[in-house]
């Protein structure tokens, strides 16, 4: 039994390395409005469902080395190192930024400041994969038609962030980045969240734990097992866990304005995602789809209603 514990540990060796690439709310703040990491407690592993009459035996090797949550951080995460070069960065004003999260890490991105003095400042959480040095264009593309400023930084283990990437570890590295803003000046008021992809499991994330001024969903899931369900049909149900990433959940507990985009043909993350999860959101909330875009392309079908709707929940 020793034995199988520890190949079924060492799950890495077990499951191949092809992540898919997906590109006043008050509950958590201090009084001083900034967000207490240290109240993220870690999530216990929830118990099993049977797999046969003799589970426990699979049961004990699951919760003694946490492989549901190795294998959803191995599927959902795919950082990159890399600096990917853009001719418009010798142009671009933009402000390296370094935070230091309550656990330890430290985390690289930009701060893009509005062309025009302004207070309202977004947050961009971007996908799972690359990083910042290619990421930062997509906020870029936006501030063109929306005034406001726009910190995007990339989680642990992409860029120049340390560490390595896990469900728990991001949680924090968002709360880091909203504390931030705040250190700096800025009111919860002001500050908005924007997720594309896997980015808006972490927007939604944030959210229920801090006040914010407004939501962006974009092109996201609605829960890894249903991710896991389209990609990843050869993993047995019972290891997919599907309290962590669950949109369905989160989105319930926002009371702030929200959007939902999406493509219509995204083949990574179906819009039968979006229109689920608009579906149990609070009001006020509003829908976008774009019926051409896919989940890379959807960038280049915005709409002047689109940018307008951001510019009605960004100012």
Known sequence: MFVISKVICAGKYL????PVSLSGNNRSVKAVSAVSEKTLAPRPVTSLSKVDGSNSFYKRILEKCDLRNRLRDYLLFSPSKKEYPSLKQKTVVREDVFIKTQDGEKLHGYFLPAEQDTK???????????????WYLA?????????????IIDYRGYGKST??????????????????LIEKGFKSED?????????????????????????????SITDFRDLARLHYRWIPSFLIKNNLFNLRNLIKKIDVPLLISH??????????????????????????????????SISNHFTKEYFQALNDLFL
């Open 139 to 151: 906020p870029l593309a936006i501030q063109k038609h929306v005034p406001v400023n726009v910190l």
């Open 263 to 296: 493509g219509g043909i995204d083949k990574a993350a179906p819009v039968s995602f979006a229109y689920e999860l608009y579906s149990l959101a609070n009001k006020p909330k509003k829908l976008i789809i774009f019926p051409g875009a896919g989940h890379s």
């Open 163 to 180: 560490g390595k990437p896990t469900f728990q570890g991001i949680v924090l590295d968002a709360l880091a980045m909203y504390n931030y």
């Open 120 to 134: 309202k400042t977004v947050i961009y959480f971007h996908g799972n994969d690359l990083n910042v040095s290619r």
């Open 15 to 18: 499951f191949p390395y092809f």
């Open 191 to 219: 500050i908005s969240l924007y997720g594309r992809s896997m980015g808006g499991a972490v927007a939604l994330e944030l959210a229920s734990r801090a006040k914010v001024k407004s939501v962006v969903v974009q092109s």
